[in-house]
C-alpha cells in the first residue's frame, strides 16, 4: 500500500480519489468545501484537515478548476514542503503557470508532472480517462501504476510540463467546435421539422463517430443540459486557454472570435449559464447572438 495525497473532490477528482483508494492505496483527501469528503472518507480514505497535509506524502495529486485555485494550494510555501516529493497536476491549467511552477518545483528540489485528462465525470469514476502527461521520463515511469488505476490510456508528451496543457487546450478547443457545429447543424435542420434526436443519431451513425457527436449531440437534441458534467463557465475558461496557446505559438484561429461570442451570450443568459458547457448550442437554437447584417 502506498500513502498518496488528493486534493480536490469536484465532479471528476472524487471519482479519480475513489480509484486510487478502491487500487489498495491509503488515500489522503482534501477540498476546499468538506461535504466532498464524506464519501471517501466512508469508503476508506483519510481526511486532510489542510492542504499542507494531503501534500505531505512523497506523492499527491491535484484536480483543481483553474488557475486560481491552483495558486492557492501551491503557494511558495507548499512547494518549499514539497522538496524531494512529487506532485502531479492534472486540472486544466495555463501553460504559463506550468512553466512557472516547474521553475518554482525545480528550485526547492521537487518533482512536477502534467498529467490533465480526457472524459467526463462517470468516465474518471470508472477508470476511463485518457491522461495527457509530460514531465520527466524516469518520474512518469513511476507514476505508470496510478495511471493505470485512473485511465485506459496515458498519452506520454515529453519532458516539459506545459506541453500536456497545450495539447489539452487544443483538445478541447475541437470539443467546443464540435458542440457548436452540432448546435447549427440541429438549428439548421430542426426548422425544417426535422426531429433533433433523428438528426444527431444520422451525425453520429455515419459519418461523425465518437464520444463527442454521440454524447453531447443526444444531450443537444434533447436539451438536457442539467446537472452539468462540466459547467459553462469552465468551458469559457478552456477557450481562453486555448487562445492563449495560438497566441503563444503564432497560430491565427480564425473561428475564435465567433466561439467566444458564443460562449459570451451563453453566459449572459440566465436561462443557460449555469448549464452544461455544451448548452452553447443553444446560442443558435434559440438565435441569442446580435443580429449582423449578411455579407452577400
Do not use: C
Not at 501534500?55 to 495558486?71: G, H, I, K, Q, T
Not at 469559457?236 to 458564443?262: I, S, W, Y
Amino acid at each position: 500500500m502506498t500513502t498518496v495525497g488528493f486534493l480536490g473532490l469536484g465532479a471528476m477528482g472524487s471519482g479519480m480519489a475513489r480509484r486510487l483508494l478502491d487500487a489498495g492505496h491509503d488515500v489522503v483527501v482534501w477540498n476546499r468545501s468538506p461535504a466532498a469528503i464524506e464519501t471517501l472518507v466512508a469508503a476508506g480514505a483519510r481526511r486532510a484537515p489542510t492542504s499542507a497535509e494531503a501534500l505531505a506524502p512523497e506523492l499527491s495529486f491535484s484536480m483543481l478548476a483553474n488557475d486560481d485555485a491552483l495558486r492557492a494550494v501551491l503557494d511558495p510555501a507548499a512547494i518549499r514542503s514539497l522538496k524531494g516529493r512529487t506532485h502531479v497536476v492534472m486540472g486544466s491549467i495555463s501553460p504559463s503557470l506550468a512553466d512557472g511552477l516547474v521553475a518554482a518545483f525545480d528550485a526547492e528540489g521537487a518533482r512536477y508532472v502534467a498529467a490533465p485528462v480526457l472524459g467526463r465525470p462517470p468516465v474518471a469514476a470508472a477508470g476511463e480517462l485518457n491522461i495527457l502527461a509530460a514531465g520527466a521520463a524516469g518520474v512518469l515511469d513511476t507514476l505508470e501504476p496510478y495511471f493505470a488505476a485512473l485511465g485506459r490510456r496515458t498519452w506520454r508528451l515529453g519532458e516539459r510540463p506545459s506541453v500536456a496543457n497545450a495539447v489539452k487546450a487544443a483538445v478541447n478547443y475541437n470539443i467546443i467546435h464540435a458542440m457548436q457545429a452540432i448546435g447549427e447543424s440541429v438549428a439548421m435542420t430542426e426548422r425544417q421539422g426535422v426531429d433533433p434526436e433523428l438528426f444527431t443519431e444520422l451525425l453520429s451513425s455515419t459519418l461523425f463517430g465518437g464520444v463527442v457527436y454521440s454524447g453531447y449531440g443526444g444531450m443537444i437534441a434533447r436539451g438536457e443540459y442539467s446537472p452539468p458534467g462540466f459547467h459553462i463557465a469552465l468551458g469559457r475558461k478552456d477557450l481562453r486557454l486555448a487562445q492563449d496557446v495560438a497566441e503563444a505559438g503564432g497560430v491565427t484561429a480564425a473561428t475564435l472570435p465567433a466561439l467566444v461570442a458564443v460562449f459570451d451570450a451563453a453566459l449572459a443568459d440566465p436561462d443557460l449559464k449555469d448549464a452544461d458547457w455544451s448548452a452553447i448550442a443553444e446560442v443558435s437554437r434559440r438565435d441569442l447572438l446580435e443580429k449582423r447584417p449578411q455579407a452577400r
